[in-house]
């Protein structure tokens, strides 16, 4: 081969057959993947992880994220970005859901520090509503640590994905960018997102929601001097 990735393909090519699913089935948890998780991805997939580990193609980590789990990751990003694209794409879809699942279940009350990586499975998996709730839940975690350019680019995100039926989900997010541009002064985006949040408000008839956008609009005027 004359490029690394063909070097790397070949490699993974020369693999016995359960050994090369058990990557591929990894690399759709990720760079960094546990054996409980690709034990729910595909039950008998961890036996494996020692032969992988033998051939310098993964490393377990000295300590796991998660109790009562093995943690290993790709020796290098290349190879994780090669072997997840041999997954067939209609296969990484249940596969990144049931990562997704996983994920939920075993961070119980720490989900707040793994939401990222949850709403970029079930965004993978194609579940829109999830992903972006997920993405703004994602957001609120990093307006509580002042990273207001990371909440902005999640809600952004989470807009963008988000079907436009689902007026009730967006309108939520509509007023957590607004609450982002409040605090970093961006007033004429806050006005419009207000303005928007006040359409799906319309829309869906509802008379707290209209009272919410109608504190907003009062907040702005008080900021700005119109009283």
């Known amino acids: ?123 993978r998996a194609g579940d829109a509503m999830r992903a972006a709730d997920y993405l703004g839940r994602a957001a609120r975690a990093a307006y509580n640590a002042a990273a207001y350019g990371d909440a902005r680019a999640a809600v952004d995100r989470a807009l963008a994905l988000l079907p436009a039926s689902d007026q009730r989900q967006r309108f939520d997010l509509l007023l957590q960018r607004a609450d982002i541009h409040n605090v970093t002064g961006h007033r004429t985006e806050q006005a419009a997102d207000i303005e928007s949040a006040a359409q799906c408000a319309e829309q869906l008839g509802d008379d707290r929601l209209r009272a919410r956008v109608g504190a907003w609009r009062a907040l702005i005027a008080l900021i700005t001097g119109r009283y």
Not at 90 to 99: D, F, P, W
């Open 1 to 123: 081969p004359t490029t690394l990735t063909a070097v790397l393909q070949s490699r993974l090519d020369a693999l016995p057959p359960k050994e090369h699913a058990a990557l591929q089935r990894g690399s759709v948890i990720g760079h960094v993947f546990w054996d409980g998780a690709l034990e729910v991805v595909a039950p008998g997939d961890s036996n494996a992880l020692d032969a992988l580990s033998g051939r310098a193609l993964i490393a377990e980590h000295a300590a796991s994220s998660f109790a009562a789990t093995r943690e290993y990751g790709f020796k290098h990003h290349l190879l994780h970005q090669v072997t997840y694209d041999t997954v067939l794409k209609k296969a990484r879809r249940e596969l990144h859901r049931l990562a997704a699942e996983w994920l939920v279940t075993v961070t119980g009350e720490r989900v707040g520090e793994h939401v990222g990586l949850i709403a970029h499975h079930f965004e």
